[in-house]
């Protein structure tokens, strides 16, 4: 027999499950086209804000691009300072190192089990490469050293290399429909620091580097938003084979 309060525990965990479950039937419907149905879905849980439909359900075949001209003006704009730059580059790494990177991060790949990655209880992880320490060791440090080298000799980015000599990665795999949620790019090991003590420090590159086919996955959004300000988008790169 159950007590009542384990009775009133069961329904509150059946609630936050129809609530998980209305939630991704939203985000389907959005990614199918079915904008009107998502919005009705998304309205009785109580949201009130969600991605634009060219995020959700971007166009065949529509490229990288910048937001429209009629978006809201980005907070780095009104606040009179540059945003960070935004860079896209096609064949970034050689064709074998890609096919290699390709095959070792593939969906079949041991690095995946080895991982534990499909495990819900697996913390994140990540590995530091040096950029100054030669050779590479293995295809991950070459192409990071090959991607370091990249943007140092980028006109833009260049600045923002200086005195880089460490850098973090890390590989994801989603299920098409999955996404990834919107975050900052910040150093995690002092998240545990608490509210008051901690700081936000962002690595001065961000990048991604596709691994998957065209059409494989939505873009990319990178947003131009701050600590307690709503995000304004400035730039969503689709995903294509070899891009960074």
Not at 53 to 58: G, K, R
Not at 89 to 104: K, T, V, W, Y
Request: proline share 7%.
């Amino acid at each position: 027999e159950h007590g009542e309060g384990s009775q009133t525990a069961w329904g509150h965990c059946i609630s936050d499950s129809l609530k998980a479950a209305k939630y991704q039937l939203a985000l389907l419907c959005s990614q199918a086209g079915m904008q009107q149905e998502a919005n009705r879905i998304l309205a009785a849980l109580g949201v009130t804000w969600r991605l634009s439909t060219c995020i959700l359900c971007p166009a065949p075949g529509e490229a990288s691009s910048s937001v429209p001209a009629d978006a809201p003006t980005p907070l780095s704009q009104r606040l009179g300072y540059n945003a960070p730059p935004v860079r896209i580059f096609a064949e970034a790494l050689p064709r074998r190192l890609m096919l290699h990177l390709a095959e070792g991060f593939g969906a079949e790949s041991m690095y995946w089990s080895e991982h534990e990655y499909s495990n819900q209880d697996t913390p994140f992880f990540s590995y530091l490469c040096s950029l100054t320490a030669e050779p590479a060791c293995n295809s991950i440090e070459q192409a990071v050293h090959l991607l370091g080298k990249l943007l140092c000799e980028d006109a833009v980015t260049a600045t923002w290399m200086q005195g880089v000599s460490l850098a973090e990665w890390w590989v994801h795999q989603r299920p098409p429909s999955a996404g990834h949620q919107l975050h900052f790019d910040a150093n995690e090991t002092h998240f545990g620091e608490g509210r008051e003590r901690y700081q936000l420090c962002h690595p001065a590159v961000s990048s991604v580097l596709f691994l998957s086919e065209a059409g494989c996955g939505g873009p990319t959004l990178v947003t131009d938003q701050t600590l307690g300000s709503l995000p304004v988008p400035n730039h969503f790169s689709v995903p294509e084979y070899n891009y960074v």
